[in-house]
């Protein structure tokens, strides 16, 4: 079971947010609670508010619009572009009524992308209201961990390199002309022992010794005590051939379980569903959930919300009942799992009556495009690197295959384990395998402009 509790880091952070209006950039190390932090924000603001990050499994994920649905824009490089012209009066309604935008995964934002997001909302809002049209940006994040994807097209990389520093989202115009403050969550939930802590964070920012690979090398040499601990892997081909043979290894009997669009369509997900449209699983498979606890399965104790599961738990099949009802054993808890829904949604103004000042007054609500139904499970004898993105397991065997191949693959897989004592390695970690972005070290280098401790 799952509390939902801040810590009084949290806590202060999120009151700062909801008291002040300053335009704030929350950023820490893998466990911090960063998601923990922005669920909690969306869920118990006051302000009238639009939620959105920069991919559709990212925006599905925290119950927001894409970035460029959000603000209506053209796929490519916005570069000099008057992105005014493709707002619509829904898009220009939305952005005139919100007092905050909530942007998740900024890291993989581009500048150029940021920097259009501030046109469109001054347009939208009026220049004289300031940077962003004047509205309150949230930002989450770690660019450790994550970078945004360069254009394909040479041109477009030619006229960002010499109009940027870097396509870094901190190295936007906007973020010299919004005075941003940086906030980096320190307490770390995931780890409690102090020299795995210091190793990790060293192979985040770079400064890692050999001789701390060696120390974590040697914890890690060792084989795997069962087949069903995850398996980290950096290329999907990898993934999909364990999880394969994993699955066709069952002699049980494979159950098909197909998704269905309650409205809306494939089209209205764009590019990536959030789960394959058949599920293909059998009594006995590993899988992995892949969405939190819906609201309505919640379970309550002691006054506080319990989740059954989250978006990462680790379980094992123990019975099919139906095509829509399958039940998941996690440490030793049998759960009955069925369908969860995932819903596009688009924002919309709509009029509300104030009891406090007896008037309507304008606020924005999320309205339902589409809804997409399946169960929330997919086969995790192995995942990659990128989708075990937030993750806590207990065990977990690392499998850099060749190398890490960008920046930060190396610390996302290892420091999703919570101790030394839970990781298993295929084969040694090299300092090629340590990659940290030159351009993430010039911003992040620095102490956090507003220390999280002047809170309390």
Same mark, same amino acid.
């Given at each position: 079971?799952?509390?939902?509790?801040l810590?009084?880091?949290?806590?202060?952070l999120f009151?700062?947010?909801?008291?002040?209006?300053t335009?704030?950039?929350?950023?820490?190390?893998?466990?911090? /609670?960063?998601?923990t932090?922005l669920?909690? %924000?969306i869920?118990? +603001?006051k302000?009238?508010?639009?939620?959105?990050?920069p991919?559709?499994v990212? =925006?599905?994920n925290?119950?927001g619009?894409?970035?460029h649905?959000?603000?209506s824009?053209?796929?490519?490089?916005?570069?000099t572009?008057? $992105?005014?012209?493709?707002? !619509?009066?829904?898009?220009r309604?939305?952005?005139?009524?919100?007092e905050?935008?909530?942007?998740?995964?900024i890291?993989?934002?581009s500048a150029d992308?940021?920097d259009? #997001?501030?046109?469109?909302?001054?347009?939208?809002?009026?220049r004289n @209201?300031?940077?962003f049209g /004047?509205v309150? $940006?949230?930002?989450?994040?770690?660019p450790?961990?994550?970078?945004?994807?360069?254009?394909?097209d040479?041109?477009e990389?030619?006229?960002l *390199?010499?109009?940027?520093q870097?396509n870094?989202?901190f190295?936007?115009h906007v973020?010299?002309?919004?005075?941003?403050e940086?906030y980096?969550l320190?307490?770390?939930?995931?780890?409690?022992?102090?020299?795995?802590?210091?190793?990790l964070?060293?192979?985040r920012? /770079?400064?890692?010794?050999?001789?701390?690979?060696?120390?974590?090398?040697?914890a890690?040499?060792?084989?795997?005590?069962?087949?069903?601990i995850?398996?980290?892997?950096?290329?999907?081909? +990898?993934?999909? *051939?364990?999880?394969s043979?994993?699955?066709?290894?069952?002699?049980?009997?494979p159950?098909?379980?197909?998704a269905k669009f309650?409205? *809306?369509?494939a089209q209205?997900f764009?590019?990536?569903?959030?789960?394959?449209m058949?599920?293909?699983l059998k009594?006995?498979?590993?899988?992995?959930?892949?969405?939190?606890?819906?609201?309505?399965n919640r379970?309550t104790?002691?006054?506080l919300?319990?989740?059954?599961?989250?978006?990462g738990?680790i /379980?094992h099949?123990?019975d099919?009942?139906?095509?829509?009802?399958?039940? $998941?054993e996690?440490?030793?808890?049998?759960i009955?799992?069925?369908?969860s829904?995932?819903?596009?949604?688009?924002y919309?103004v709509?009029?509300?009556?104030?009891?406090?000042?007896?008037?309507?007054?304008?606020?924005?609500?999320?309205?339902?495009? =589409?809804e997409y139904?399946? &169960?929330?499970?997919? %086969?995790?004898w192995?995942v990659?690197?990128h989708?075990?993105?937030?993750?806590t397991?207990?065990?977990v065997?690392?499998?850099?295959?060749r190398?890490?191949?960008?920046?930060?693959? +190396?610390?996302?897989?290892?420091? @999703?384990v919570?101790?030394?004592?839970?990781?298993?390695? +295929?084969?040694? &970690?090299t #300092?090629?395998?340590i990659?940290?972005?030159?351009?993430?070290?010039?911003f #992040? !280098?620095?102490?956090a402009?507003?220390?999280?401790?002047?809170?309390?």
């Open positions: 079971m799952q509390q939902v509790e810590s009084s880091e949290q806590v202060a009151n700062y947010i909801e008291g002040e209006h335009n704030i950039f929350v950023t820490g190390r893998a466990g911090t /609670g960063k998601s932090l669920s909690y %924000l869920e118990n +603001t302000k009238t508010f639009a939620v959105c990050a991919t559709g990212a =925006a599905l925290v119950g619009q894409t970035i649905s959000l603000f824009f053209p796929f490519g490089l916005l570069g572009e008057d $992105v005014a012209r493709h707002m !619509g009066k829904r898009t309604e939305v952005l005139k009524s919100i905050m935008l909530v942007i998740d995964e890291s993989m934002v992308l940021l259009g #997001m501030n046109r469109m909302l001054i347009a939208a809002r009026g @209201r300031g940077p /004047g309150q $940006v949230v930002m989450f994040g770690d450790y961990q994550l970078a945004p994807v360069p254009p394909s040479p041109g990389r030619a006229w *390199g010499e109009n940027y870097s870094w989202f190295d936007a973020w010299r002309d919004a005075d941003l940086r980096e320190n307490e770390i939930f995931r780890q409690h022992d102090d020299n795995f802590k210091e190793i964070n060293a192979i920012d /770079g400064s890692c010794t050999q001789e701390m690979l060696d120390n974590l090398n040697s890690g040499n060792r084989f795997a005590p069962n087949d069903e995850i398996r980290l892997c950096t290329v999907n081909a +990898t993934v999909d *051939g364990i999880n043979t994993k699955l066709s290894k069952l002699t049980t009997t159950k098909q379980f197909q309650t409205s *809306g369509d209205s764009g590019r990536q569903l959030p789960v394959e058949t599920l293909t009594v006995g498979a590993q899988v992995m959930f892949i969405k939190n606890d819906d609201q309505s379970k104790k002691d006054g919300t319990v989740r059954r599961w989250v978006n738990t /379980g099949i123990t099919i009942i139906n095509e829509n009802h399958l039940v $998941v996690v440490d030793g808890e049998e009955d799992v069925t369908s829904t995932w819903e596009k949604v688009r919309e709509e009029e509300d009556f104030d009891e406090a000042t007896q008037k309507f007054k304008e606020i924005v609500v999320p309205v339902t495009l =589409a139904q399946q &169960i929330p499970l997919r %086969l995790a192995a990659t690197v989708k075990s993105q937030g993750q397991y207990e065990d065997v690392v499998d850099m295959g190398g890490a191949f960008s920046p930060g693959q +190396t610390y996302v897989a290892l420091s @999703r919570r101790s030394l004592e839970g990781l298993y390695l +295929t084969r040694a &970690i #300092m090629k395998d990659m940290v972005d030159d351009d993430v070290l010039r #992040m !280098g620095g102490k402009n507003a220390p999280i401790e002047r809170l309390f």
